[in-house]
């Protein structure tokens, strides 16, 4: 896949990110929109944030859990983010930042 020169520029605004970067989420088939809201979820590697989306878990449910970064350091295993249900009404933690 040759993302033209707008996808790599869209890609990278939206994750605040390099080309490299860009050209990474784009191979894994992320839209721009999709992997901002993964990226502002504190997802920040392509392939762990892979097995998210496989594992029908959301962005916003993952925002939620407050575990984006955990899981992508390797810190939190998929199972325990597929056995923690979000609570209704509770707001993604730095969602004021949004």
């Known amino acids: 896949m040759n993302p033209s020169s707008h996808d790599l520029a869209e890609m990278a605004a939206a994750i605040q990110g390099t080309e490299v970067a860009a050209r990474q989420?784009?191979?894994?088939?992320?839209?721009?929109?999709?992997?901002?809201?993964?990226?502002?979820a504190g997802c920040f590697d392509v392939s762990r944030t892979e097995e998210?989306?496989?594992?029908?878990?959301?962005?916003?449910?993952?925002?939620?859990?407050?575990?984006?970064?955990?899981?992508?350091?390797?810190?939190?295993?998929?199972?325990?983010?597929?056995?923690?249900?979000?609570?209704?009404?509770?707001a993604p933690p730095f969602a004021h930042l949004w």
Do not use: N
Request: positive net charge.
């Open 25 to 40: 989420w784009l191979k894994a088939g992320f839209s721009p929109g999709d992997a901002a809201a993964y990226v502002r």
């Open 52 to 90: 998210l989306r496989q594992a029908h878990i959301s962005p916003s449910h993952i925002a939620a859990l407050g575990l984006g970064w955990d899981f992508c350091a390797g810190k939190v295993p998929l199972e325990d983010l597929l056995a923690k249900p979000v609570q209704k009404g509770m």
